[in-house]
């Protein structure tokens, strides 16, 4: 045994001071909430990173981590006290509140990053170095100019950033993606602005699952958006019409329960529509007739039983985030950038225009790693932007349940119950019963419920598990079979303009719905009266809903958006699926 001095006790937190001292010894000067690697220790001092779909790896060559979610961590005290609120009795909240403006959350200071200035002078190595400092400073004025506290999770990963820079770069005309249940605050003016007066190219807003909303209230936020924007173009889109489902019916109830088929086809009339708002900016610059002629085989093309997976053209990053040369429609070429923040439905969007699956989907954030470029036709490009979050002061639970921050990476999922919890009747929804025979309900005592009527149990004690309960719950809202609609200002004032809206009957057309199911959705709609009236504390008239049976499994109540059915209800805001 080689003699020398006794070691000495050397505990974990000095290890990782230790680790932080030769990081900044050998990486320079770092931002100091950059520094934090997100752990576990006590430390509260300041806001940390949290890295998401991490994946350990031993060899140095490849860099699986590179395109990881970096978020903001929340600090162990203010995780307590939101679990602290959960327990609190729930206060209903009036629905009025559901009308939301989209200046409350995105301030004009708070930009998103921009690729700096750049010439051809620069090596790669300068490029890199310049990019990195800047993103840094952005960082810091970010830091210096709000509280983390007010701030939502917006994306600290300067790679992913760079997936954007690219594709803005690229891209003729750039195709904007949010979901209609959270459009408002899934919209950065910012990005608007930069488009349209610096880039001076054209933006395309796409109002995607709007077979989620009801068609009144996707008529009154495309008018929202038209009269804000003035340079916006908008679509409607659903990658899940009526002829992309099997096995519609009405159950007892008079609800519609809803099952995707094997194989989608094209979604013919967001595509047509979608078609006609690119040819009008083109004009005829760029003949687009080969578009409109796949649009009318697809419509003529007899639906067929095997699917058939195509891998588009991948543009990895490594290779592919330098500057790019912009020139205007290049080789006669329309090239279309899709982007938007994780989970609106990008690639389940360019699979439907296709007509076959060319992009991998999934419900997890991040899924998308790099920027994909696919061809429509031979001469319109299409082009898949990861999903980006970016900076804002939406609430976190909102964020939560629009889909930028994985669910099952929450450290704390109770608040967004709460959130739900206050907006939605989830008692009368899943009709469970109070776990503690008590009059009040809190969001955690609505997890309990769950737990006991699915019998989640913890393993050793056999307690109820009201974090698995949560999770299974919050999964059912970002699959739409829980579903809140946010709704623009003065939606429910006037109700009754909007549901005899011209533009209603257009909205229907693109949904595909049966007559059968339409008819359903207007009279109950007019029996309920609105679709989250009985939220309300003064209305106890007694409302359907959707419930989940006790032989209903796990799999099918977590199963992928889009993978599985998404559900309509005629209460249009608080579905539910299951089976007879």
Known sequence: MPQGRRKTPFSGKAKKEQLKSKREKHGGKNVPFLDRKGDDSDDDSGPSIQKL??????SGRSKPNRYALQFFRETNEEVKEK???????????DEKELEIDGDLFFENKLDFPKRPPWNFDLSKEQLDAQENRYFT??????????DMKELSYFELNLETWRQLWRVLEMSDIV???????????MFPPSLYRYVTDDLKKDFILVLN???LAPAPLVAAWKHYFEQKYSLLKICLFTSL???NLMGQRLDKGGLQVRRRKGRVRMAAEGNQQLYEVCNSLVGDKVDLTSWQSKIKEEIREEYQEEEKIEVGETLHVQNNTDYFQYERFKSGILTIGCIGQPNVGKSSLMNAIMGKK????SKTP???KHFQTIFLTNNVRLCDCPGLVFPSKVPKPLQVLMGSFPIAQLREPYSTIKYLGERLDLIKMLRIEHPYNDETWSAMDICDGWAKKRGYLTAKAARLDSYRAANSLLRMALDGKICLCLRPPHYTRRREFWQTHPDVEKVKWIQALSKEIEDTIESLDKAVGGAVSDVSTDNDEPVSHRTVTEEDSDEELSSDLYEDAPVNSSNKYATLETED
């Open 53 to 58: 779909n991490y994946q350990p790896t031993k």
């Open 83 to 93: 679990k602290e609120q959960a327990r609190h009795s729930l206060v209903k909240v």
């Open 137 to 146: 400073e952005y960082l810091k004025t970010i830091e210096a100019g709000f």
């Open 175 to 185: 195709l904007f993606i949010v979901d209609i249940r959270f459009p408002v605050v």
């Open 209 to 211: 699952k709007i077979d």
């Open 241 to 243: 019409p009526g002829y």
């Open 358 to 361: 060319v992009v991998s989907v």
């Open 366 to 368: 991040g899924h998308t």
